[in-house]
């Protein structure tokens, strides 16, 4: 059957097999042809990733330039009010996610010393002190509430707060940002005052940290003289953004995929050493940073197709997590599974700096979770849940739970 | 057998560190990798799984020396 499917025009979002599983359209995508072209909405001939193989090649080859000022890296999304990009755009000081090396070597490594798994460990005990805070207001709580509001989004920004020294009571400014910042068809105007006010307040942050350093990371890098504030603001955006959202939506997300799995919850309410599998399942099956660009510095062979000098080429890690030739029944949520090897934090030199804090996190606020409200449960029908398909990152807009009883 | 550990390469990730903590640690400063028990007497499986699970493909085993 291979060849059979037609190329795809624009990158097809709408999930349609349900709210956890790829696309129908990517899913035949990936058995018949791994490495596809795409077209583009501009109407760029690109290439598009999806077997597990293809993209754990192509993210270990930095041939696959994550830069965006070699050549015009293509939008899969319509931004309406955006011009058609015409010419590359200018590096980002700081945004190192966009670098290759040296630059992005430079900068990582500035930073890899702060998240190690030892450094993480150190900071398991405090992490569980911020859940059950955070739980402890949750019970006060009347039912129905929302668990992302009260729970998921709380907890990783409280803790990302902390570690950068960002006050947690100007949380209000970096959530709405963030969440304006990751809109996939955004209005233009809101999404450039967005990151005007993102950067305008962690550039004042980050001055303040350089006046009056104190203990936290943005105050460790603002000593350091060979980083301009420029980078300085650059990397504070990354951080604090890859730092909430990401964790936020992985628990609200993984709390809606585990009630509506209820063997599998009660699996792991039964037996919490499976827990650290169930995060990497979870993550596996969730995959709730999806799609990744790069830009082909030359001609590369991959999967036996030839990626054209200068093509964008996207991977959805989304259909390579539930790629049936690395994973068995791979559309099957299977905490016992062994997924380890999955490419939700990517891989390559871009591989996720905070992935060591997240799985903490993630082991802790199920963990709290799951053993105050025992009988936790979606508090409107699971196909109302708002999904956060038209997010870059993906995930539920409002969890509406409810439970008879909390445990203290 | 030996273990080998590109620090070039190191991206920091930690991912040697947490599946096989006798075998590997990181640098206090810039997270690189530290090879704990560079020659190996037991614990291959462990050390097959960090090369694997690496994603700088930064660490090799070498079968033929000791
Ligand atoms: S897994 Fe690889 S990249 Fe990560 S710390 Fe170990 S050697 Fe470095």
């Known amino acids: ?408 | 057998m030996r273990i080998s550990a590109d620090r070039e390469r190191c991206i920091g990730s930690g991912m040697c560190a947490l599946v096989a903590p006798d075998l590997f640690d990181q640098d206090e400063n810039d997270g690189r990798v530290r090879l704990l028990a560079p020659k190996l007497h037991s614990g291959l499986s462990a050390a097959r799984e960090a090369v694997d699970a690496c994603p700088a493909m930064a660490l090799e085993i070498d079968e033929s020396r000791d």
Not at chain 1, 116 to 131: A, G, S
Not at chain 1, 241 to 267: I, K
Request: with cysteine; net charge negative; glycine share 6%.
């Open chain 1, 1 to 408: 059957m291979s060849q059979t499917v037609p190329i795809p025009h624009g990158l097809p979002t709408e999930r349609d097999a349900s709210p956890f599983d790829p696309p129908r359209e990517i899913t035949r995508l990936r058995e018949a042809r791994p490495v596809s072209p795409l077209v583009f909405p501009d109407g760029h001939e690109g290439w598009l990733v999806t077997g597990y193989d293809a993209v754990r090649q192509l993210m270990a080859d930095t041939r696959f330039s994550s830069r965006q000022d070699i050549g015009i890296v293509h939008a899969l999304d319509n931004i309406p009010g955006m011009p058609a990009a015409t010419e590359p755009s200018p590096q980002i000081p700081g945004l190192f996610i966009a670098m290759d090396p040296p630059d992005h070597t430079r900068l990582r490594r500035k930073l890899t010393g702060a998240f190690t798994v030892r450094r993480m460990r150190q900071l398991e005990e405090h992490i569980i002190d911020i859940v059950e805070r955070q739980l402890d207001e949750m019970a006060r709580l009347t039912p129905p509430v929302d668990l992302v509001k009260e729970f998921a989004l709380p907890v990783p920004s409280l803790v990302i707060c902390e570690l950068l020294g960002v006050p947690y009571a100007d949380r209000a400014t970096f959530q709405d940002n963030s969440a304006k910042f990751l809109v996939k068809n955004p209005d233009l105007d809101e999404k450039m005052a967005a990151y005007g006010a993102m950067t305008t307040y962690l550039a004042e942050l980050v001055m303040s940290k350089h006046a009056a350093p104190g203990e936290d990371i943005l105050s460790d890098l603002a000593r350091d003289d060979d980083l301009s504030i420029e980078e300085l603001t650059g990397v504070a955006f990354l951080l604090l953004l890859a730092g909430h959202e990401t964790t936020a939506n992985m628990l609200a997300l993984g709390t809606f995929a585990l009630l509506e799995h209820p063997e599998q919850l009660a699996e792991l309410r039964a037996d919490p050493d499976l827990l650290p599998d169930a995060v990497e399942e979870l993550l596996r099956y969730l995959s709730i940073a999806d799609i990744f660009y790069r830009y082909a510095t030359e001609d590369i062979e991959l999967g036996g197709e030839t990626i054209g000098k200068g093509s964008t080429v996207v991977v959805s890690l989304l259909a390579a997590n539930h790629d049936p030739k690395r994973f068995d029944h791979p559309d099957t949520l299977d905490l016992h599974r062994k997924a380890r090897g999955h490419l939700s934090f990517g891989h390559g030199i871009h591989t996720c700096l905070g992935q060591q804090l997240a799985r903490i996190e993630m082991r802790a606020g199920f963990e709290g979770l799951l053993r105050r409200f025992p009988t936790l449960q979606l508090a409107i029908p699971a196909d109302e849940v708002k999904l956060k398909t038209d997010m870059n990152i993906y995930g539920v807009h409002e969890l509406p739970v409810s439970w008879t009883e909390a445990a203290r």
